[in-house]
Structure formats: structure tokens, C-alpha cells
T-cell receptor, first 112, second 113 residues
Framework: ETGVTQTPRHLVMGMTNKKSLKCEQH?????MYWYKQSAKKPLELMFV???????ENNSVPSRFSPECPNSSHLFLHLHTLQPEDSALYLC???????????FGEGSWLTVV | AQKVTQAQTEISVVEKEDVTLDCVYE???????LFWYKQPPSGELVFLIR??????QNEISGRYSWNFQKSTSSFNFTITASQVVDSAVYFC??????????FGKGTMLLVSP
């Protein structure tokens, strides 16, 4: 059983919809991450939260909005996405930013 | 800037063969960390190993072994006696201390019976 769980595992949404991806970590870590994995592209870091404060935001479009209410939970709010946003979104956590990052199973997103 | 190159896009082997996945990295830092992750079709990235730049000892874990050579900036991964369950995409990654991971593009390994 993974220490980082993501829901939903699969999501299909229209371009005008609003949805959210949820991530929960059970490892007692204090840093959480969102990564995007598209076909034929390397894994891209989207956001980093350390101690519930966003510390990195890699030029992600505003249609993606992260939220970290506490050290165990991380959300990615999705609004008016484009078909090119279809990808696997991976949540991850680590104990302090210099330590090993552990990933969840990912949420497969399809924008139609 | 840090960079990770996995030149092998896809490798196909028959079960019980040994296979080596190559990883070459670039960094200006003297302190850094190297990682290997496995991604099965389900999507989850499974952590396999972390190695810091000051520890060049090779590591063996069951059928897995890693060869870290600073002189060639390489961190290669060998699976001995491969099995069908080893089929996955394998990612090499680099972290410079406090920075986040930079991943290679991954190598897809297909092990056929």
C-alpha cells in the first residue's frame, strides 16, 4: 500500500468544468509536490509546498491552482483546462526538501 | 544547470537476460543526489535507490545493482536475470541538495517470457 494516495485515479472533464485532484500522504512528511507527466515529455515539477507554504511554482498557468491546507493534504484545483492539459498528474511528498521524494499512483486526467 | 540523459528510449529483452539501463548526468555542484525510480503501467513512481555524490560504492539489492562513476558522470542500473514483472519505465533523476528532482526522459524496459 502506497504512503501517498491520490483521488480520483481517472478523471474526464470538459473544458468549462471545475474539478479538483486530491492527495493525502500518510508518511509524516512536511513537503508535498505536484508533478505533470505528458506523453513524450519529461516529468515536470508544477508546485512545491514546504511546511504548508508554497515555495516553488514553475510557471504553471493560472488554470491550475494548488492548495495545501495542512502537511498531509494537497489539492490541485482545475478550471477551464485545455486538451493539452491531458496528462498524468503525480503527487509526491518528502521529509524536508532534500530528502527522497515518494510518489502516489497518479491521477489520469483527460480534457475533452 | 542540471541535466539527466537516458539515451535508451526502449529496451526489449527475453526473461532471464541481464539488462543495463544507462544514465548520464550533468551538474556543477559537488553535492548532489542521484535516484532511480520505476514506473509500472499503473502509473505510480516507485522509489528504488538514492545515492549521494560522496558515496561511489556500488550497491546491490537482490537482482538490482547500481554502478556510480563520478569520472564519467554515470549512474547505471543493471537488472540480473530479468523477469516479466520488471517491465516498466525506469527513470533516473538528479537533485542538487535542496533543489527538486530533475528527471531523465525514462527508458521503457520490455521483458518477454
Amino acid at each position: 500500500e502506497t504512503g501517498v494516495t491520490q483521488t480520483p485515479r481517472h478523471l474526464v472533464m470538459g473544458m468549462t468544468n471545475k474539478k479538483s485532484l486530491k492527495c493525502e500522504q500518510h508518511l509524516g512528511h512536511n513537503a508535498m509536490y505536484w508533478y505533470k507527466q505528458s506523453a513524450k515529455k519529461p516529468l515536470e515539477l508544477m508546485f512545491v509546498y514546504s511546511l504548508e507554504e508554497r515555495v516553488e511554482n514553475n510557471s504553471v498557468p493560472s488554470r491550475f491552482s494548488p492548495e495545501c491546507p495542512n502537511s498531509s493534504h494537497l489539492f490541485l484545483h482545475l478550471h477551464t483546462l485545455q486538451p493539452e492539459d491531458s496528462a498524468l498528474y503525480l503527487c509526491a511528498s518528502s521529509q524536508a526538501r532534500e530528502n527522497t521524494i515518494y510518489f502516489g499512483e497518479g491521477s489520469w486526467l483527460t480534457v475533452v | 544547470a542540471q541535466k539527466v540523459t537516458q539515451a535508451q528510449t526502449e529496451i526489449s529483452v527475453v526473461e532471464k537476460e541481464d539488462v543495463t539501463l544507462d544514465c548520464v548526468y550533468e551538474t556543477r555542484d559537488t553535492t548532489y543526489y542521484l535516484f532511480w525510480y520505476k514506473q509500472p503501467p499503473s502509473g505510480e513512481l516507485v522509489f528504488l535507490i538514492r545515492r549521494n555524490s560522496f558515496d561511489e560504492q556500488n550497491e546491490i539489492s537482490g537482482r538490482y545493482s547500481w554502478n556510480f562513476q563520478k569520472s564519467t558522470s554515470s549512474f547505471n542500473f543493471t537488472i540480473t536475470a530479468s523477469q516479466v514483472v520488471d517491465s516498466a519505465v525506469y527513470f533516473c533523476a538528479l537533485s542538487e541538495g535542496y533543489s527538486t528532482l530533475t528527471f531523465g526522459k525514462g527508458t521503457m524496459l520490455l521483458v518477454s517470457p
